[in-house]
């Protein structure tokens, strides 16, 4: 290597290592306008550009680096790092496995395989590469706290306690392995304990803010107890978010990470009035992203003015979810393209065929794994006038993002169907057939009423599976009643609604379902009900029972089985009440104080099957009761549900009012 390469390569990394990548990139052009095919200024720019987001393009130069040297174990892995970053974990996994197959103790390579291992859904391949990660370092932060995060997803949180308990035993960071016991005790319901470790954490490193937000949102129990529990974990909810905004008030040089960690996600299942305590929690992220904006020095909003109007779509589930297929997919299918530009920002780390549909049906799409810096960087160069977020609450991204005001109009909508408090969101986009008469009183934002269920929906191409009863140990013989509500969806003081169907109803068969990859959530559930049916002299297994989880078409072939399907009393569902329609079975739905609860009520209304929503728990028992003992009167709603289901597919005037108000909002910023 010439002397003027090796000090110009010299002084690009220092200014790359300080951050100054343009400054870097510019010194690496110089190295190879002398030397197109020198490794290091070829390798070291294409990192760098991967760095500013730009994945495609260091991609390629790795790549040509790679070609002078195939073996380099660093350029393999951060070409794989780069394949990662562009949601093509397949192909990093490729890049990875060169890497360990040179370096075997490149920990670093071992835990990005188990990353991409986990967003390619195999979370099992990926808890053996962080084990590797684990065993070539024992005290890797990055690895217990990823070990951890694919156990829970899997349903395992008692191994990962005992991992991370070993691991904290062997000397590993003391911060990384409580906050992960934490987590662990948490999946396992045992909250003192895990406010406990959250707090130890926080001791073991001040300045953490990780372990700070976990502490707070700990404060809300993911099964809800009865009244008294609900008020108690509430008043302790509020003081945590006290609590952690003095914390950071005592950080005078902002120092600490001003990005919000966690999410209250589940207050929504307590059947409250939750806006001023969001608006609590909203406020301190609000304050938290400010100071945020201003250390990175964010520059201001400009949005286009001219052309369609510019509306970016942000969201973690953009492919095949609940929320995709009840909010989003029709907007992508109906906004007209001569009026609304539309883009998708896929914060999420999954991607489908409904991923690639989105994306071809949009003016421009953004997905893969990318730091905050970077997805605000990708959302201002659309330069957007309206920024919608359909989930806020179902991830901790979407919220940083929305609290930044990041375009002139902001809304929400119900994909986590409870106001954000957030002060940045202009605007929630709800529907007259969900909002009671006052529901403005439970929102921090404008209230949206679209005509009708507010979206087009479209049933999905199910093809239903025979059920094998005798696996699932149901006696088709008996009515079947299916109740299939995720696990916190059932608040203890409603353990008294089964108990009175069963007793009015006795040969029926109460049909819950285990949680996907959550056991100890669904067993936790079950035995506070085995326990209430107890008290009441009654056995629970002769009257009710748990069975896997189900995929789509199994689900399907139970629907057509069943008697009757119970809606969720207080926290309603959306896509299990089409799911059950669709199918033709009577569908009992309890309309609730808030939108929440009332998205099964609202359908069922809006199809003229007023008859089948309770307004009380005696009204819900006796329309269970009657739907499964009058048989003519089953037939004659299952035949007025075959009659009306259709009518409320894929409601286009929804959309229509939609992009009409997103119109109208947007169009003051362009005088």
């Given at each position: 290597m010439a002397p003027d390469s090796a000090s110009l390569l010299s002084a690009a990394v220092d200014l790359h290592n300080r951050g100054d990548l343009d400054g870097a990139q510019a010194l690496y052009w110089k190295i190879l306008a002398g030397d197109p095919i020198h490794f290091n200024a070829l390798h070291l720019l294409g990192v760098s550009k991967c760095q500013q987001g730009r994945h495609a393009e260091g991609s390629w130069f790795i790549g040509r680096a790679l070609e002078q040297r195939p073996d380099e174990p660093g350029a393999r892995y951060n070409l794989g790092l780069a394949l990662l970053d562009m949601h093509r974990p397949a192909a990093a996994i490729v890049e990875f496995d060169r890497t360990l197959a040179a370096r075997p103790d490149h920990a670093l390579a071992w835990v990005s395989r188990g990353d991409a291992m986990q967003t390619d859904g195999r979370f099992e391949d990926a808890v053996h590469s962080y084990k590797r990660a684990v065993a070539v370092r024992p005290g890797l932060a990055v690895a217990l706290g990823n070990i951890c995060k694919a156990l829970l997803a899997l349903g395992r949180p008692a191994e990962a306690l005992e991992i991370l308990e070993d691991a904290l035993s062997k000397g590993a960071d003391r911060g990384a392995a409580l906050l992960g016991i934490g987590r662990a005790q948490q999946a396992l319901g045992r909250l003192a304990e895990a406010r406990a470790s959250f707090g130890a954490?926080?001791?073991?490193?001040?300045?953490?803010?990780?372990?700070r937000w976990a502490w707070a949102i700990a404060a809300l129990p993911d099964l809800q107890g009865d009244a008294s529990d609900v008020a108690a974990s509430r008043q302790t909810f509020a003081d945590a978010i006290d609590a952690l905004s003095d914390w950071y008030d005592a950080d005078p040089d902002g120092r600490r990470d001003r990005t919000a960690l966690a999410w209250p996600f589940y207050l929504a299942y307590q059947a409250r009035n939750n806006v001023a305590l969001l608006q609590r929690f909203g406020a301190l992220l609000d304050r938290c992203m400010d100071r945020w904006r201003a250390v990175e020095k964010l520059p201001p909003m400009t949005p286009a003015r001219d052309g369609p109007i510019r509306v970016g779509i942000v969201s973690a589930q953009l492919h095949s979810h609940s929320v995709w297929h009840a909010i989003v997919r029709g907007w992508f299918a109906h906004f007209d393209p001569s009026r609304i530009a539309l883009h998708g920002f896929h914060l999420g780390s999954q991607s489908d065929s409904e991923t690639t549909w989105a994306a071809s049906r949009a003016a421009g799409f953004t997905a893969g794994r990318r730091p905050l810096r970077d997805w605000v960087a990708a959302i201002q160069a659309f330069r957007p006038e309206?920024?919608?977020?359909?989930?806020?609450?179902?991830?901790?991204?979407?919220?940083?993002?929305?609290?930044?005001?990041?375009?002139?109009?902001?809304?929400?909508?119900?994909?986590?169907?409870?106001?954000?408090?957030?002060?940045?969101?202009d605007c929630y986009i709800s529907a007259e057939a969900f909002e009671p008469p006052d529901a403005e009183a439970a929102y921090s934002e404008e209230l949206i009423r679209l005509p009708g269920l507010g979206v087009a929906y479209r049933p999905p191409s199910i093809v239903p599976r025979a059920p094998d009863f005798g696996a699932l140990g149901i006696d088709p013989s008996r009515p079947i009643v299916l109740c299939p509500g995720t696990p916190f969806k059932y608040p203890a003081d409603q353990d008294a609604v089964p108990i009175a169907l069963v007793r009015r109803v006795p040969t029926a068969q109460l049909v819950f379902f285990h949680a996907k990859n959550n056991m100890p959530l669904s067993s936790r559930l079950e035995q506070r009900l085995i326990a209430a049916f107890a008290t009441e002299g009654l056995d629970f297994s002769a009257h009710a029972k748990f069975v896997p989880f189900q995929n789509m078409e199994s689900f399907y072939g139970l629907l057509r089985r069943a008697d009757v399907c119970l809606d969720t009393m207080?926290?309603?569902?959306?896509?299990?009440?089409?799911?059950?329609?669709?199918?033709?079975?009577p569908f009992v739905a309890y309309e609730g104080a808030?939108?929440?609860?009332?998205?099964?009520?609202?359908?069922?209304?809006?199809m003229g099957l007023d008859e089948m929503v309770a307004t009380g728990d005696a009204d819900?028992?006796?329309?269970?009761?009657?739907?499964?003992?009058d048989s003519e009167y089953n037939e004659a709603i299952r035949s007025r549900i075959a009659s009306a289901v259709a009518g409320s597919y894929d409601d286009r005037r929804a959309v229509g009012v939609l992009q009409e108000e997103i119109i109208r909002r947007a169009r003051p910023w362009r005088k």
């Open positions: 954490a926080c001791a073991a490193d001040p300045d953490a803010a990780e372990p309206v920024l919608i977020y359909p989930a806020i609450g179902m991830d901790n991204l979407s919220a940083n993002l929305a609290a930044l005001r990041l375009a002139p109009v902001q809304m929400a909508s119900w994909g986590h169907p409870e106001t954000t408090g957030i002060p940045n969101i207080g926290f309603s569902g959306f896509n299990l009440a089409m799911h059950a329609l669709e199918n033709g079975v808030f939108m929440r609860g009332r998205l099964g009520s609202g359908i069922l209304r809006l819900f028992v006796s329309i269970a009761a009657r739907s499964i003992e």
